[in-house]
């Protein structure tokens, strides 16, 4: 983005729809139609069209990603960006590690002593905050309250809540997920995907 | 923008003057009833309302049945809020000022405030609104944000992600007005950025204007960059010159040279909006490939010469050549220049060949329904060409057509058209099948067919161009769909798509009886019945055969703007004014006769076309000179009535003339 860039010269293009390449599998495509369905019209189906996204280009959303989405909408492609760059569940900055453990740091789990968590999982992690291991194992993210205030300190991982946490279960937490083939994202964005989809049959 | 709630009307109170105002009507244009006005950034009269910036807090309040008033507790955005009974509005009250002090300190909080390299510095709603409402000292001592500086969304337009307020004009225009929705806000909160997708070229064919929306600097043009201050700017109304859609721009100049275009407000042609062609097209005023001087040929050589010496030329050539001239234009020629080449040929020189169409197959052009009276279509049937491309203005209405006031759209085109996007239905046409479409239309039996029928069944139009003319079997095609018109009551279209392609088929520059059109002119000079050919502005190297003819031409004159391929092949090269280097009037698509003056004189000796038509009729046919273009707009109303309007004072927004098709002037010249 800091690039310079001659003014005047031709800018590089947004694909055009038949040069995308699209990765939906046919089941995602089949569950998006039947998402479309639950809505008065496409621009209302972008939030669950990402989440099918995440969890289809291996939990998170590249540029490509967000362009397939609002291909399949019929939206463009800067509106698609706008909403997955508003929303941090939606990972569109880098890929994430195969799991990804969300601290939660806001009032009630700092006080239960989440910043302790935080300095335990760096410690043994080796990385900070917002970094990846150097096997691609973990992601350590900081996130505002979770609504689990009665867990603190509580972790994130995929659509699961721990807590409330110390530093012992935090060996056994790593020790378990090592041994988890579904990226965490991933898992996540399917169970926010079966919601949706269960919700519009009520 | 007025939400006009029926026809109701509501008494509001503002700053103690009791006035009528629509119901509904948003309290940010009431106010502008009684002269006031309510400071905004993110509101503008032409796009919905979103209420972003908070500028415009007022205080409300509303009157009770006791006649006491009660006021809300917290100020309101005026941009927002819809006028209703016994609403009592204070703009002028001490807590607005403070409001408005306090949102200008919070948005300066994240602008660079570099106001003096900043090319909106001097224009700028933030500059004015700070001076006139914000806050005189600055409490801030942190270190600003710093974000990306000069980034080129586009060759045209530069983002300043610094300077934005966030405001969203940028991104509404394209969503709202333009449509493509092209750019958005990334991220959130103070990291809110507007931009395209991953920053890629921002390609929309209306960009240019969010660069005059844009409330600050954040925008801004890659032409104009660092070229003026505001302020050493002078500005004059013109019409643009880059189509025949003839939008009314701000020709700004400085010391004599162009700078820039900026639209300028009619609400019939263009509203206020430009398209990039004509925002950024202009830039041939300062080329350095304009002509200066005269040229005369000798041998293999262009001399210099005096405007005496080039007509001494000029009428031995012609006069050698007999009546085996011809003439052929474009269409960037006011009306004035184009009546008298017109005489020159068909009056003084006795050839029936002049042409100003430069279309594979030759037609006239056919225009029902003026530009803004699309708005009020219910069906619309776009034909062959891209609106977008051809008619840019005649394009936004439509998509405000089809999106405001529900008009149904089909597009039947060659190629994916920007209009596709809010079309009901929208069919392509296969290479060379142009013809063959038509005539599945017009025979009413395919689903197409009966989607059109459906689409112009009640008060609708069809919409095309004289480019359609360029496909094989686009002139026959064209004549089917105006048939089909007339039987199902429906307007026809065909606009012409040159600068003042109208004016000149309304002047007859066209043949005339038995004389040769553009394509006989140029196997004319080829097969050596024509001896004498006049190119005025127009370049015909570059269609087929051009080259040929030229070079065929015994005595060949070319007169233009600028430098083209066309002028290596001439005896004599006469350099003309631009359009806003003239006074002038033109004719846009829709008939609209608008008036020009002259912004900034004509480089070295270049004379504007009239000028150089009556002093060459003066040496061929002892008459009157024309002093001046009014005279000459004279003459052409007394030809004919259609251009009365022009004789007098046009109205600012021009006048549309009337369409009466009584045989113009082709037959026996003006
Ligand atoms: S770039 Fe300008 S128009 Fe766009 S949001 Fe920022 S301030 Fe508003
Ligand atoms: S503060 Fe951690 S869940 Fe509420
Ligand atoms: S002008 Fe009203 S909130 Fe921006």
Redesign the pocket.
């Given at each position: 983005m800091s690039e310079t860039v001659a003014i005047g010269t031709p800018r590089p293009r947004a694909p055009r729809p038949e040069e995308l390449d699209l990765k939906f599998s046919e089941s995602a495509v089949a569950e998006l139609d039947a998402l479309k369905t639950h809505y008065p019209d496409l621009k209302s189906c972008i939030l669950p069209g990402l989440w099918i996204a995440q969890r289809e280009y291996g939990g998170w959303l590249p540029p490509e990603a967000i362009a397939e989405v609002a291909f399949r909408l019929n939206r463009s492609f800067a509106e698609v960006e706008g909403v997955a760059t508003f929303y941090t569940m939606y990972n569109t900055a880098h890929k994430p590690g195969r799991h990804m453990i969300e601290v939660?740091t806001?009032?009630?789990?700092?006080v239960c002593g989440?910043y302790r968590i935080v300095d335990y999982l760096e410690e043994k992690l080796g990385v900070k905050l917002g970094e990846t291991t150097p096997d691609g194992m973990f992601t350590i993210h900081e996130v505002e309250?979770?609504?689990?205030?009665d867990?603190?300190?509580?972790l994130q991982i995929g659509d699961q809540y721990v807590g409330p946490v110390t530093s012992e279960m935090v060996d056994k937490i790593l020790d378990d997920l090592r041994k988890v083939e579904t990226p965490s994202a991933v898992q996540l964005s399917d169970a926010v995907v079966k919601v949706h989809l269960r919700d519009g049959d009520k | 923008m007025a939400v006009d709630e029926g026809h109701r009307t509501v008494s509001v109170t503002i700053n103690g003057i009791e006035i009528e105002v629509p119901q509904g009507e948003l309290i940010v244009e009431s106010v502008k009833r009684l002269g006031l006005e309510i400071p905004v950034f993110c509101y503008h009269p032409r796009m919905k309302p979103v209420g972003m910036c908070r500028m415009c807090l007022v205080e409300i309040g509303f009157k009770q049945p006791d006649g006491s008033v009660r006021m809300m507790p917290k100020p309101q955005a005026g941009c927002t809020l819809p006028a209703s009974e016994g609403m009592v509005v204070l703009t002028d009250s001490e807590s607005v000022h403070r409001d408005r002090k306090g949102v200008l300190e919070f948005l300066l909080v994240n602008h660079p405030l570099d106001c003096p390299v900043c090319d909106r510095g001097g224009e700028c709603p933030l500059q004015n609104n700070t001076l006139a409402y914000g806050p005189s000292t600055s409490r801030f001592i942190d270190l600003k944000r710093h974000l990306p500086k000069a980034y080129p969304l586009s060759q045209y337009v530069m983002l300043d992600l610094e300077r934005c307020i966030q405001c969203g004009r940028c991104v509404r225009f394209t969503e709202e007005i333009s449509g493509e929705h092209e750019l958005a806000f990334r991220f959130r909160g103070a990291s809110m950025q507007p931009s395209t997708f991953q920053l890629l070229d921002f390609e929309s064919k209306f960009s240019g204007n969010v660069i005059e929306i844009c409330p600050v600097g954040a925008l801004t043009s890659a032409q104009y960059r660092f070229r003026a201050r505001p302020w050493d700017l002078q500005t004059t109304p013109a019409v643009c010159t880059a189509c025949s859609n003839g939008c009314n721009v701000w020709f700004d100049h400085r010391a004599g040279r162009f700078v820039r275009i900026n639209g300028r407000i009619n609400e019939g042609v263009n509203e206020e909006w430009t398209c990039d062609k004509g925002k950024f097209g202009h830039d041939y005023y300062n080329s350095t490939d304009r002509l200066r001087t005269p040229l005369v040929r000798k041998g293999d050589q262009f001399v210099e010469a005096t405007w005496a010496e080039a007509y001494e030329e000029i009428v031995k050539g012609l006069e050698s050549a007999g009546k085996d001239v011809a003439g052929l234009c474009g269409t960037r020629i006011a009306n004035e220049g184009l009546f008298l080449f017109n005489r020159l040929f068909k009056q003084v020189l006795g050839s029936r060949s002049v042409d100003h169409r430069w279309t594979r197959t030759l037609g006239t052009s056919r225009v029902q329904t003026p530009i803004a009276g699309i708005e009020g279509k219910k069906g619309v049937l776009v034909f062959g060409s891209n609106p977008a491309e051809d008619l840019p203005i005649v394009f936004l209405r439509l998509r405000k057509a089809a999106t405001r006031n529900g008009t149904q759209v089909t597009v039947v085109t060659p190629d994916v058209t920007e209009a596709d996007a809010f079309a009901t239905v929208a069919s392509r046409i296969g290479q060379g099948d142009v013809l063959k479409v038509a005539q599945e239309i017009v025979d009413g039996q395919s689903e197409l067919a009966r989607k059109v029928a459906d689409c112009l069944k009640e008060d609708g139009a069809i919409v095309t161009s004289d480019r359609v003319r360029n496909l094989p079997g686009g002139g026959e095609a064209l004549r089917l769909l105006e048939d089909l018109a007339a039987r199902c009551g429906a307007e026809f279209n065909c606009y012409p798509t040159g600068p003042n392609a109208m004016g000149a088929e309304l002047l007859g520059v066209l043949p005339g009886d038995g004389g040769l059109d553009t394509w006989g002119i140029l196997q004319g000079c080829c097969s050596g019945t024509i001896k004498a050919l006049w190119l005025l502005d127009c370049d015909p190297t570059t269609v087929e055969g051009g080259d040929q003819a030229l070079e065929s031409a015994e005595f060949l004159v070319y007169q233009g703007v600028t430098r083209s391929e066309a002028t290596a092949f001439a005896n004599v090269v006469l350099p003309m004014a631009a359009p806003a280097e003239q006074d002038g009037t033109w004719t846009n698509c829709e008939r609209r006769l608008q008036r020009m003056t002259q912004a900034i004189a004509a480089p070295g000796d270049s004379k504007p076309a009239w000028r150089i038509f009556s002093e060459v009729i003066l040496r061929l046919q002892p008459s009157t000179p024309f002093f001046n273009p009014r005279e000459i707009m004279k003459a052409i109303a007394d030809a004919d009535p259609r251009f009365l309007p022009g004789a007098s004072d046009l109205p600012e927004e021009g006048a549309i003339l009337s369409a009466t098709t009584q045989a113009a002037m082709a037959g026996d010249g003006a």
């Open positions: 939660c806001c009032l009630s789990c700092h989440a309250c979770l609504d689990a205030c867990r603190a300190p509580v | -």
